[in-house]
């Protein structure tokens, strides 16, 4: 294999993809992508959707866990993580929530605005309409290589929908992809499209094959291969990686290296290159190329809670064909090989909302009262236009595969599910050895911040009312489930174009660069940031180049 490119991108998720795939548009430059896990286009229980539990443990997840969380009732927690071709965007629920611009106008950088970033993002996408969905014309890409689609939300939705309406949240129905609105309710679009799941690969495959990119799977990056220049800058020449049985390989970019390995392992190859607060590193014995004191901190993740409830009459959930069918995995899959339909085809999500609760928690709780607040701002440090929550439901009883309680014949759940927006918890990824086949510490100190605790409980609270008191589903209820029961910021690590600071020819380009959470989940931000890196990358490239026409 040939050992020079002109970029080498670091992992082959979701942002890795896209970035290659954009560069490699110019069919005279040559890229490598490197990706950890293995090659996906086999594997079935990616493309299915509604198989995505099947990969959040094994090869292909990472097996994160947490140490215990103080916050959590010292409970240690998995965060799972995709490990082969398509990364998170292959194992994740394919919900594309963008936000609202004023997330990303709380950047406080104008290269990563609301308008920048909603423009990015439709940039990825070509959307499928459906007779059913009016969509908002204006929000959508309709010329990308990710293929969304609107999924109807079942009868279970249709309820909900109306029990949101009954408390305040008007109906929008694409206010997920045009983010006009902090209270609303409507329907999220996904990515899938006949039955697939559509990730990034999608850029570099099918139609998309490109020669001038050269995809190498089990190959873990270690390190950045970084030297000195003759004007004492410092520059990245490349990557050392290893593959699975621990042989070590070089690969050198005459251009640039790209870090696209996720919030977790990003900030770990920095750290392993010796980029990272000295302290740390030295504590590992390794040597400080550039002492930057962000490197894995402001880590930052969206807080989720189930609440389960019975219903009770039978027709509103997919519970007989999830959770009554003994050979329900069987079933789903030869039905979607046969016809790409079945319950595993979809993913098992139904209808959306958004909500602010500041003032709720304003008028009935004083220690809510105490918090400080900026001018325009609640506790949580958001404006009015930004949403506290997001809730939704699940279809049919279902969750992670450690849940437990599966409905019998006869018996209908669903859960309903409190998401936080702005979540103000803090926690960090540090490294606990320097092989590049261990997992770094994940410590994201859940609920550590108070505010998250008191509007998460007001959020459950307020769900409560919609599922039991709402129009739509009040008179269904049975009971609960189960029955017995920026570049100033000296912590920055990357510029506003995502260059490594103190590192020439270096870049970070996924979710790791958020500097606050948006509202809502993360790939579609995801898809936004890579289409701004490649836009980056490609304009440094052409500066360079009519400055070398220009010395001609
Ligand atoms: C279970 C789950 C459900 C989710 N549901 C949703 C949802 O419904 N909607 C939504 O919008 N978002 C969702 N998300 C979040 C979203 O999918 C991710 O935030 C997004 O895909 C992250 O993109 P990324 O490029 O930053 O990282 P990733 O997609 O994780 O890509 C990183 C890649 O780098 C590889 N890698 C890591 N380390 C190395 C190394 N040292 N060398 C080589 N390769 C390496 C990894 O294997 C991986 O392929 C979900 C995520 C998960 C895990």
Same mark, same amino acid.
């Not at 014309?137 to 290589?145: A, Q, R, V």
């Not at 962000?294 to 402001?298: A, M």
């Given at each position: 294999m040939e050992h020079m490119f002109d970029y080498v991108v670091c992992g082959g998720g979701t942002c890795g993809p896209i970035i290659a795939g954009r560069l490699s548009e110019d069919p005279n430059v040559k890229i490598l992508m490197l990706e950890a896990g293995k090659d996906s286009a086999d594997m079935d229980d990616m493309h299915?959707? !509604?198989? %995505? #539990?099947?990969?959040?443990? !094994?090869? #292909? $997840? %990472?097996?994160l866990t947490t140490p215990p969380q103080p916050g959590l009732q010292n409970r240690e927690i998995h965060v799972p993580r995709g490990r082969f071709l398509g990364g998170s965007s292959g194992c994740n629920g394919t919900i594309c929530v963008r936000g609202v611009r004023q997330d990303y106008d709380d950047w406080g950088l104008p290269e990563w605005s609301g308008d920048e970033m909603f423009r990015a993002m439709k940039k990825s996408e070509t959307f499928h309409p459906s007779k059913w969905f009016p969509e908002d +014309?204006? =929000?959508? !890409?309709? $010329? &990308? *290589?990710m293929h969304i689609e609107a999924a109807p939300v079942l009868p279970l939705g249709e309820l909900m929908l109306e029990s949101y309406k009954s408390k305040g949240l008007d109906y929008r129905p694409d206010m997920f992809s045009s983010g006009e609105t902090a209270n609303g309710c409507g329907h999220t679009l996904r990515t899938t499209w006949k039955g697939y799941r559509t990730t990034p690969m999608d850029f570099l495959t099918k139609d998309r094959k490109r020669s001038n990119v050269t995809i190498k799977c089990n190959a873990t990056v270690d390190r950045v291969i970084i030297e000195r220049e003759t004007d004492n800058t410092l520059q990245a020449k490349g990557v050392e990686y290893e593959d699975n049985d621990g042989n070590r390989f070089k690969a050198f970019a005459r251009k640039e290296v790209i870090l696209t390995g996720g919030t977790y392992a990003s900030p770990a190859i920095l750290l392993r290159s010796g980029i990272g607060p000295k302290a740390d590193l030295e504590a590992l014995n390794l040597v400080c190329k550039v002492d930057l004191p &962000?490197? @894995? +901190?402001?880590l930052q993740d969206h807080q989720l809670i189930f609440t389960y409830y019975e219903l009770? /009459? *039978? @027709?509103?959930? $997919?519970d007989p064909r999830v959770n009554h069918d003994p050979n329900a995995y069987e079933n789903g899959r030869r039905e979607w090989r046969e016809n790409k339909g079945g319950w595993l085809a979809q993913f098992p999500f139904g209808a959306f909302a958004f909500a602010r609760l500041d003032d709720r928690l304003t008028a009935e709780n004083p220690e809510w009262r105490e918090f400080s607040r900026r001018p325009g701002r609640d506790p949580m440090g /958001?404006? =009015? =236009? /930004?949403?506290?929550l997001e809730f939704f439901h699940t279809v049919c009883y279902g969750g992670p595969p450690e849940y437990t309680d599966f409905p019998k014949e006869g018996q209908y759940a669903f859960a309903m599910c409190c998401f936080l927006c702005g979540a103000q918890s803090r926690g960090e990824v540090k490294l606990k050895s320097t092989n590049c086949h261990k997992n770094p510490i994940v410590d994201h100190k859940y609920m550590s911040d108070r505010r998250d605790l008191l509007m998460m409980s007001e959020g459950v609270r307020f769900a409560n009312e919609i599922v039991t008191t709402g129009a739509g589903t009040k008179d269904k209820i049975k009971g609960a489930w189960p029955p017995v029961g920026s570049s100033d910021d000296d912590m920055a690590v990357v510029d506003t174009k995502l260059r490594v600071k103190g590192v020439k020819g270096l870049r970070v380009a996924d979710c790791?660069?958020?500097p606050l959470v948006h509202s809502g989940h993360t790939q579609m931000p995801a898809f936004g940031i890579a289409e701004k890196a490649a836009e980056f990358i490609k304009e440094t490239a052409s500066v360079k180049s009519s400055a070398v026409r220009a010395n001609l």
């Open positions: 299915m959707a !509604g198989a %995505w #539990t099947q990969n959040h443990t !094994g090869e #292909t $997840d %990472w097996n +014309k204006s =929000s959508h !890409g309709y $010329d &990308g *290589p &962000g490197v @894995g +901190k402001n009770s /009459q *039978p @027709g509103l959930t $997919d /958001q404006a =009015s =236009s /930004q949403p506290s790791s660069i958020m």
